[in-house]
């Protein structure tokens, strides 16, 4: 049968399975305990519109996404996702968008005339564009079936970019409205070492969450080990594409960093996967 939801129809299957469709993509999702979730699209000769809410479904399980994200940003950013759903433009490329906007914003901070100052928000409404478009690549990605080890490397390599040029853009700032060093300093170092635990410590417990809360045949999806992350890079070597291995490359060296160091006395942070109850 066919029900409304939020001024559109969705079809409820009797294999439990339903289906959203849009001229050029069908969002297939399969009913888990985190709520519905997209499978790969396909054509749908149907014509139907892509629902808000099959887009919404390309969040993050709630269990492990923040609350900003997943109240302010994840939303703002699926009216952005509808859009591009229909049209040619890549999950990747929305990535490079997010660091170029990040890199303006930056830039836009650093050069702002003391005496106005209205570019300094600019450049903060421009990192939020940024933070939104790289919301919205993740999406967009999973919305079109399109997720891969690549992207999301991609994906976090950019995301340093609009972080150290806004940081570099309000260290110039400052500097040149007569802050002094140590004040700059302790500022940006703290904010510094802060991300550093969030990517670090933070994410990757939340990795270890879903690998021990997804079915079985998806557990290398948050959590890849070191030796899929080698054979997907071996596969791009294989198929020539350099720049998808020297990617997976340096992904398997911030991966290796990430589940080792400080982080091995702890339990579960330091290993591949939790295997048994006590890691658990």
């Not at 888990?32 to 919404?56: E, F, I, Q, T």
């Not at 170029?100 to 939020?128: E, H, M, N, T, Y």
């Not at 997976?248 to 048994?276: C, E, N, V, Y």
């Amino acid at each position: 049968g066919s029900r409304k939801g939020r001024g559109c129809h969705f079809l409820c299957r009797k294999d439990g399975d339903r289906s959203f469709g849009a001229p050029s993509i069908t969002v297939r999702a399969t009913r888990s305990h985190h709520g519905w979730r997209p499978r790969a699209p396909s054509n749908d000769p149907r014509g139907n519109c892509v629902l808000d809410w099959a887009v919404r479904s390309t969040f993050k399980p709630r269990d492990v996404e923040e609350p900003v994200d997943y109240w302010v940003n994840r939303p703002i950013a699926s009216l952005l996702v509808a859009r591009l759903a229909r049209s040619p433009i890549s999950p990747n490329q929305v990535t490079a968008l997010s660091g170029i906007c990040g890199i303006i914003s930056g830039l836009l901070i650093a050069s702002s005339p003391l005496d106005r100052k209205w570019q300094v928000p600019l450049g903060g409404a421009l990192l939020f564009v940024s933070i939104l478009l790289d919301c919205a690549d993740g999406q967009l990605a999973r919305l079109r079936g399109q997720s891969s080890m690549v992207g999301r490397a991609l994906d976090g390599y950019v995301d340093v970019i609009p972080t150290a040029c806004v940081f570099l853009g309000l260290a110039a700032f400052m500097y040149r409205a007569g802050y002094g060093f140590w004040q700059i300093n302790a500022l940006g170092w703290a904010a510094g070492y802060s991300m550093k635990w969030h990517v670090h410590s933070y994410d990757h417990a939340k990795n270890i969450y879903l690998r021990n809360v997804l079915p079985e045949d998806k557990h290398s999806k948050p959590l890849p080990t070191i030796e899929e992350i080698a054979i997907e890079r071996d596969r791009y070597v294989r198929e020539g594409d350099w720049f998808g291995a020297l990617i997976l490359r340096g992904f398997m060296h911030f991966t290796k960093a990430q589940r080792g160091g400080w982080q091995d006395d702890r339990i579960g942070l330091g290993l591949p996967a939790t295997q048994s109850d006590r890691e658990r």
